[in-house]
């Protein structure tokens, strides 16, 4: 008798149970997913060549694919390169191709963010090649001294028109998902994040005398690393 009424009771429970759908995701229960990925932005932040630091503006196009916790994608960034302080100009734009592998470490579920929704706090490995040209500055909107300076900068950075740079990156994802399994696109979400970047120095070719107590000698050319931080908005789109 008493295995009976267990078998009885077990059958109500499903019965009257909902279904849970498979899509939607929670902490507990990561779903599984490999689909195609596009994703669309904006990037700004700060890029040194040659030991000079840039301000550097642009946007951002990368298409790739996701499989549970796990992103890979290829990135094309296009950039204008200006020159801090009060007479920003813009001296340069550069192109650069990328390779970026993302991993989800934490994801905050529906319990915090909605139904359909869940944030993901990620990091990210990557390896680019950067392609720059530079242009004259502009003598009639800097000071003499600045000209000249940027002049040189300019022959400079002309002895290295392309390099290569890796990167480490870290941010969060604001994920949706469809309100159905077939729809399209899938997921929709909205990613931010920062990436520190390193490039090889530039050696300095025109180096500048530099005058001190004991006199005058020229000084070593630039060979260290130089190094960026960039913060990136886009959205992506999951199908």
């Known amino acids: 008798m008493r295995p ?6 077990a059958i109500l429970c499903q019965a009257f149970t909902p279904p849970r759908p498979g899509w ?12 195609s990925a596009l994703r669309a932005g904006t990037i700004v932040g700060h890029s040194s060549f040659a030991g000079t630091e840039y301000l550097a503006l642009g946007g951002v196009l990368a298409l790739g694919w996701r499989q549970q916790r796990l992103s890979g994608e290829l990135e094309y960034d296009y950039l204008t390169l200006q020159s801090g302080g009060s007479s920003s100009v813009i001296l340069g734009e550069g192109h650069r191709i990328a390779a970026n592998a993302r991993l989800d470490v934490i994801r905050i579920g529906r319990r915090w ?3 359909r929704s869940q944030i993901l706090l990620w ?4 390896a680019g090649q950067q392609w720059t040209t530079w242009r004259a500055p502009e003598i009639e909107r800097v000071r ?16 290295r028109p392309s390099r290569t740079d890796t990167s480490v990156g870290f941010g969060w994802l604001l994920d949706h998902h ?5 729809g399209f696109p899938a997921r929709i979400g909205w990613l931010v994040g920062w990436r520190i970047t ?8 025109e180096p500048q005398a530099m005058c001190v107590t004991d006199g005058c000698r020229p000084p070593a050319g630039h060979r260290s690393a130089d190094r960026g931080l960039l913060i990136h908005s886009s959205m992506i789109v999951t199908w």
């Open 4 to 9: 009976t009424l267990v078998a009885v009771v």
């Open 24 to 35: 939607a995701d929670d902490s507990r229960s990561p779903p599984r997913i490999s689909s």
């Open 113 to 115: 963010v909605g139904a």
């Open 123 to 126: 990091t990210e490995l990557g």
């Open 144 to 159: 003499a001294e600045e000209a000249k300076v940027l002049t040189r900068r300019m022959d400079t950075l002309a002895t």
């Open 178 to 182: 469809s309100s159905q399994a077939t």
């Open 198 to 205: 390193r490039s090889a120095g530039i050696a300095d070719v």
